[in-house]
């Protein structure tokens, strides 16, 4: 049998819907097992649905269904997106019963073992995290994301972490790959040097959860529970030890300390390595849904395509470390890279093959000093890949590229042609044989991360066969045969309009949030059997979650005049509005308030704007902060107003 990668995604929590940095681990991990089929060996990528929690407890009675169906639903959505980015995955949910009966088991082998025991908790829990805060006071924020924490008081069963703690330091000195990238490592190791304190892993007040097999009322802690989901997608079919847990660096603790913890005082193996990528940062910033600067993966994949997404993300984001999205940078990339770079080469090399040798793969070696450059290529981009360092291992691709862009200009192929003599005929050949053979192989160092886009290409040399067959590590120069018939030459890559582009991003983003919010419950209230214990009046939403008077603080409110307001063409909810805000010129702003106010009762009248809102397009109109209304469910917005004269610009506070 051949050699075993088995690697996993998180199990994401189901109390969100997929974003594009869940986007980035899925696909990068998916880039990584299909790298991994192309050495030859046998592969499997895990990702699921992390369903047991608090918060998603709440959400379900806040849309008033069961946790279960509110969870079923958020899974389906996490297994629809991945299915149409072409990801080849097994999906686990921590809601299946085979999995309740693998989190029991193991419990009761660490518990034989002498890890579990039974105590009485009081302290502060971060409900956003799913956290126990040590040291922590009463309505202290939770150190992660700064929300407040909730004082708990439980009988509880405890895991004896403290006990563990020699163990995993001599764990990651002895693997100091154990834990990627290093300076991850260092910090992991430095927090288990200041010392680890038993984990409570069961509570007592929560309904929806896995049952432990003891005597009272207990569910696993959520922690607990999802860690042991990579053991259980695989347990009846022996692929376990994992090769690779892939995730975010918020959730390292956990895969560092806590899961091998937990294997070790089970007397089970543990996985082979943790490697922890960093955020997604839109326009410089954190995404976050507090924030409304989440970018969602759907736009993306049907304006820019899911294969050159994929190679954005991997190319422009240095994984371990935090990277910046932004609409325009996507775009340039994809237009430099894919467009004008791959796309522009095989194209114009396969024509010419057509042209000048009736379609067939030239007799020739190519050029040495191309031949050369692919193969420094090649290995530069094993050692690179295999390293997890994706950007160089693209940027050596590229290079090649380039290096055979400059080779046709250096060679003049159309000169050539017209020549008869023998000498520049076998000119002809080394670089029409050169350049095939660059797309060639590049077509096969890139399948992992464009597996569509790169079959085409494959096609279009030739092969009847499909590129993942291919043996990456197999690769070398002049593999192409000589005589083969190319395709017809087809756009893989068009080049996409920027400014079309993002304004049809924004359209598809509002729309998918609408979809994804009704998804979520936010657009209904609790209804049915599951609410909760008092009756909110009707129509009256339910509080956020509550904020710091720091995070109060970067909204800036202020009153502004409206001078103009007038409708927007094929748009009945919006209008147009230029308001007074004292500053050198009026603000534009898009309100959809069109229904509820006409443009003749606006002008004039002093409304309360956020003026620090990042810009957005609406209907191809920027605008530059957002008019703030009262609304009830199913009823009409009812702007702020003043019983004093207020002038336009004064702060509201």
């Not at 290093?182 to 010392?195: L, W």
């Not at 095989?346 to 067939?360: E, T």
């Not at 609406?618 to 605008?623: A, C, K």
């Amino acid at each position: 049998m051949s050699d075993r990668f088995y690697l996993t995604t998180p199990i994401y929590y189901v109390n969100s819907t997929p974003h594009l940095g869940t986007a980035y681990c899925t696909l990068a991990a998916d880039s990584i097992r299909r790298y991994h089929a192309m050495l030859g060996e046998e592969t499997l990528l895990v990702t699921g649905s992390d369903e047991h929690s608090q918060k998603v407890e709440r959400a379900a009675i806040r849309k008033g269904v069961a946790p279960v169906e509110f969870a079923g639903d958020l899974a389906a959505e996490f297994r629809a997106q991945w299915d149409r980015f072409n990801v080849s995955y097994r999906f686990i949910r921590t809601s299946d019963e085979r999995h309740h009966k693998v989190v029991q088991w193991l419990f009761e082998r660490c518990r034989a073992n002498g890890y579990i025991f039974p105590a009485t908790y009081t302290g502060q829990y971060c409900v956003h995290d799913e956290l126990y805060v040590n040291d922590a006071q009463p309505g202290d924020p939770c150190p992660d994301c700064g929300r407040p924490t909730e004082t708990v008081t439980e009988e509880n069963y405890f895991f004896k972490l403290s006990s563990l703690q020699d163990r995993l330091l001599e764990l990651y000195e002895k693997q100091p790959g154990f834990v990627q990238p290093g300076f991850r490592r260092n910090e992991i190791v430095s927090f288990v040097k200041g010392g680890l304190r038993d984990l409570s892993i069961t509570r007592s007040n929560l309904q929806w959860g896995i049952p432990v097999p003891v005597e009272g009322h207990h569910v696993f802690y959520v922690w607990f529970d999802a860690l042991i989901s990579y053991l259980t997608a695989v347990k009846e079919d022996g692929w376990w030890p994992a090769s690779l847990h892939l995730i975010g660096k918020d959730i390292l603790r956990f895969h560092a300390i806590y899961w091998p913890a937990f294997l070790m005082a089970a007397d089970l193996p543990l996985p082979k390595q943790v490697v922890a990528h960093g955020w997604i940062l839109k326009d410089s910033v954190k995404m976050s849904k507090s924030r409304g600067n989440v970018v969602r993966p759907e736009p993306l994949r049907q304006v820019v395509g899911a294969d050159p997404l994929r190679y954005f993300l991997l190319r422009d984001m240095v994984f371990g470390q935090d990277g910046n999205f932004s609409y325009d940078g996507l775009i340039t990339r994809v237009n430099a890279d894919l467009a004008n770079g791959l796309g522009n080469l095989a194209s114009r090399s396969l024509a010419m093959i057509r042209q000048y040798r009736n379609g067939k793969i030239p007799d020739s070696k190519g050029a040495p000093n191309v031949a050369d450059e692919a193969r420094k290529a090649i290995s530069a981009f094993h050692e690179s890949f295999q390293r997890y360092e994706f950007h160089r291992a693209l940027e050596q691709v590229w290079a090649l590229i380039t290096f055979m862009d400059r080779a046709i200009v250096q060679y003049q192929p159309w000169t050539l042609a017209r020549k008869e003599d023998a000498e520049s005929q076998a000119l002809l050949d080394e670089i029409l044989y050169s350049a095939a053979e660059t797309v060639r192989i590049v077509t096969v160092l890139m399948a992992p991360v464009m597996p569509e886009a790169c079959g085409r290409l494959w096609r279009q040399l030739g092969y009847s066969s499909t590129v993942e067959e291919m043996r990456i590590d197999q690769l070398e120069w002049a593999q192409l045969p000589a005589g083969q018939q190319v395709g017809e030459p087809e756009t893989v890559f068009p080049r996409i309009d920027a400014k079309t582009a993002i304004e049809r991003l924004h359209e598809l983003d509002e729309q998918e949030l609408d979809r994804l919010d009704t998804l979520l419950g936010k657009t209904a209230e609790p209804a049915g059997e599951i609410k909760a214990a008092w009756t909110r009046p009707e129509g009256v939403p339910p509080l956020a979650d509550a904020i710091t008077i720091d995070d109060f603080a970067k909204v800036d409110l202020r009153v502004g005049q409206v001078l103009s307001a007038e409708p927007v063409p094929g748009a009945a909810k919006l209008l147009h509005l230029k308001v007074d805000l004292a500053e050198e010129e009026p603000r534009t702003i898009v309100a959809g308030i069109a229904k509820a106010y006409s443009p003749e009762q606006l002008v004039g009248r002093k409304v309360v704007i956020v003026a620090n809102l990042q810009p957005r397009k609406l209907r191809g109109i920027e605008s530059n902060g957002m008019i703030v209304a009262a609304s009830l469910e199913g009823g009409s917005p009812v702007l702020a107003a003043f019983l004093e004269d207020v002038p336009a610009g004064a702060r509201l506070k």
